[in-house]
Nanobody
Framework: QLQFVESGGGLVQPGGSLRLSCAASGFRLDYYKIGWFRQAPGKEREGVSCISSSDDRTHYADSVKGRFTISRDNAKNTVYLQMSSLKPEDTAVYYC????????????????????WGQGTEVTVSS
């Protein structure tokens, strides 16, 4: 069964850190571009970051650049999102998804390119 399982969310104070995990099953995650997205209450889902398959090139939304880092562990078939200097506006449900189109291997955070959405993991940044 093809699926993602996101985990690692929780309640954190402003300025704190969290690491989200996105574990894939049913396919090799390192073959494809993977994206992280988030949806805040009452807002549209937006792209946060993505990583290419062959050389781990990354891309970030301006709102998280310098604070978030995406990475992958191919042995664990898992992609991570390390989030630091968290702000209340980072509060959202975070999702990962896969771009099945392998080439060109340049990732974007355009939601329409992505599929196989997981159940998400909730992040709340509040004091």
């Amino acid at each position: 069964q093809l699926q993602f399982v996101e985990s690692g969310g929780g309640l954190v104070q402003p300025g704190g850190s969290l690491r989200l995990s996105c574990a894939a099953s049913g396919f090799r995650l390192d073959y494809y571009k993977i994206g992280w997205f988030r949806q805040a209450p009452g807002k549209e889902r937006e792209g946060v970051s993505c990583i290419s398959s062959s050389d781990d090139r990354t891309h970030y939304a301006d709102s998280v650049k310098g604070r978030f880092t995406i990475s992958r562990d191919n042995a664990k078939n898992t992609v991570y999102l390390q989030m630091s200097s968290l702000k209340p506006e980072d509060t959202a449900v975070y999702y990962c998804a896969v771009d099945w189109l392998r080439y060109p291997d340049v990732c974007t955070i355009a939601e329409t390119r992505y599929h196989l959405w997981g159940q998400g993991t909730e992040v709340t940044v509040s004091s």
